[in-house]
């Protein structure tokens, strides 16, 4: 077994996945820095979802090796693997899943409060998350109420909230109209940049992987194209975040 490069977060190899024998990755490796903003790209059914879901221990590959901060997850007890994905990674799906009993708050501290975190001090940490994604005054509504865009915000500021040391983001505003789109990205790169959480974003569009600082395209279960943003790109992207996160 090779040992993976120091400064890669996360570092995969040969990763092979089917679902009920159709091929969805046919030998991915990538790294992943750490503090990184990785765009994985590709047309619907390219194998993104599968790549994220197998990164984060979500889905065991079938073959390969995956690596989190130098520690083998492939070779991890599913136990470990469940309290490694809890205690350090966060996941944004495409259409926000919230509890419909919980506030909006309560949805957002969820994460922390199953961590252990005590209630008082999840809300505040919480409702810092919801104000900087523009949704404190929602905090105690529940979130059926409220639009598709709030709901999404609501999913990512629990993503955010939680501290993940890894964030995997799939597709996280296909659900949202165009206008709502580049605030709530620019929102999510902002607060990962200034926060240190290395982000692993899925998505079809190519305007939102110039937001990253690289990307990597797959076609067909394969990366077939790795780009670093330009220097220029990347310090245009990064000034436009002017936000306070
Ligand atoms: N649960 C499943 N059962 C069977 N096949 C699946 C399943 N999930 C994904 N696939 C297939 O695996 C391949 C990769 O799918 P995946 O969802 O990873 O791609 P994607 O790039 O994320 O696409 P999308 O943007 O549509 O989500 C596709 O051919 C897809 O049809």
Redesign the pocket.
Known sequence: MVAPPDNDVLWARALHFQ??G????TGVSLGVRDGEILAVT????????????CLSGLLPAQSGEIWFNSKPMHTMRPMRRERLRRERFGWID?VPHLVPELTVWENAALPLMLRGTGRRAARTIAREWLERLDIGDCARKRPRGLPAAARQRVAIARALAAAPTVLFA??PT?SLHRADRAHVLRTLTTAARSHGITVVL?T?EPETATLADRSVA?LD?RCVQTVHLPPAAESEGRAACSLSV
Do not use: C, I, M
């Open positions: 679902h009920n159709s091929p969805a990755l590709g047309p619907r059914g390219s194998g993104k979802t599968t790549l994220l879901s495409p799939d597709e296909a899925a079809t797959l279960g």
